[in-house]
C-alpha cells in the first residue's frame, strides 16, 4: 500500500469540506447551479477518499452523477456575475468524472502501475485528467491573481478559498 494514501484520502476528505463550506457560505451569491455542483463534488470527494472510489460501481456512479452535475453546474448561467465560477467547478465536476472514468478503466493495471496511465484508450484519458487538473490550477491562479475579482469582500475571499480548495481536491483525487 502507498504511504502516501492515506495522507491523500485525508486532505481530499479535507479540501471537499473546505470547499462545500466556502460555498454555503456565500449563500445568495452563488446560484443555485454552482451550490449543488460544489455539494456534488465534496460528496464525492468524500467517497473517493473514504475509500469508496475502488469498486466498479461506485465508480461508475460518481463518473456518471460528477458529469452530469458538470452540465448542470453551468445551465442558466450565461452572463451572469456568478458564471465564471460556476463554470470553474463544472470544469472541477468535469475532470474528477474523467478521473473516475480513467480509473475505471485502467482497472487492476493502476494499482500494479502505481498511478494512472497506460496506452489506447486509457493513455486518453490519461493525458485528459493532467490537462484538465493543470487546466483547473491555471483557471484558479488566473482568476484570483490575474484579473480583477467580481466579488468583493467577504464573499470574495470565500470564493478564493472555494476555488483553491476545489483546485487542490481535484489535482490530490487525480493524481493519488
Request: charged share 10%.
Amino acid at each position: 500500500m502507498d504511504p502516501l494514501l492515506p495522507a491523500a484520502s485525508w486532505l481530499m476528505a479535507l479540501s471537499a469540506v473546505v470547499s462545500a463550506t466556502a460555498c454555503l457560505g456565500m449563500w445568495r451569491s452563488v446560484p443555485w447551479q454552482g451550490r449543488q455542483s460544489a455539494l456534488v463534488m465534496a460528496a464525492a470527494m468524500i467517497t473517493v477518499a473514504a475509500g469508496g472510489g475502488g469498486d466498479t460501481m461506485i465508480g461508475l456512479v460518481l463518473g456518471v452523477v460528477l458529469l452530469a452535475s458538470a452540465m448542470l453546474g453551468t445551465a442558466g448561467v450565461r452572463g451572469t456575475p456568478g458564471a465564471n465560477a460556476c463554470c470553474h467547478r463544472a470544469l472541477v465536476s468535469l475532470v474528477m468524472a474523467i478521473c473516475s472514468f480513467e480509473s475505471l478503466s485502467t482497472g487492476a493495471r493502476a494499482v500494479e502501475a502505481g498511478g494512472h496511465g497506460g496506452h489506447g484508450f486509457d493513455g486518453v484519458l490519461s493525458v485528459l485528467v493532467v490537462a484538465g487538473v493543470v487546466a483547473v490550477v491555471l483557471w484558479t491562479v488566473v482568476s484570483e491573481w490575474v484579473l480583477a475579482p467580481v466579488h468583493q469582500g467577504r464573499t470574495g475571499r470565500l470564493l478564493a478559498v472555494e476555488s483553491w480548495a476545489m483546485a487542490t481536491g481535484v489535482a490530490v483525487m487525480c493524481v493519488a
